[in-house]
Nanobody, 130 residues
């Protein structure tokens, strides 16, 4: 049974940092796209970053470029999201998801494209105060 478990959320002041973890089990971790998403109350879920577990290739949305870093530890089947220079606009529940490597990359996770089989974690809350 597929299971993605996020951890590392919490409350920080603006300018602070947090590191989220996503442990993947129950599915083959190899050659997977793992993405981080976030959702604030009243807003749609948005993509944040992706990583391809095989090569470590990454993608980011513009709003987090230069502040967030996605990485992986294949020996632990774990993907991380290092979040720096956090601001109140980053407050959200953060989710990780795993899916197939399609369309030549992992950026497709942010788009409504057919194919794949997506597995989601339960989310971890991040709150940033000004």
């Amino acid at each position: 049974q597929a299971q993605l478990v996020e951890s590392g959320g919490g409350s920080v002041q603006a300018g602070g940092s947090l590191r989220l973890s996503c442990v993947v089990s129950g599915i083959s971790y190899r050659r997977k796209c793992v993405g981080w998403f976030r959702q604030s109350p009243g807003k749609e879920r948005e993509g944040v970053a992706t990583i391809y577990t095989e090569t470590g290739a990454t993608t980011y949305v513009n709003s987090v470029k230069g502040r967030f870093i996605v990485s992986r530890d294949n020996a632990k089947n774990t993907v991380y999201l290092q979040m720096n220079s956090l601001g109140p606009e980053d407050t959200a529940t953060y989710y990780c998801a795993a899916d197939q490597f399609l369309y030549g990359g992992c950026g497709w996770l942010f788009r409504r494209l057919p194919g794949g089989k997506r597995y989601w974690g339960q989310g971890t809350q991040v709150s940033v105060s000004s």
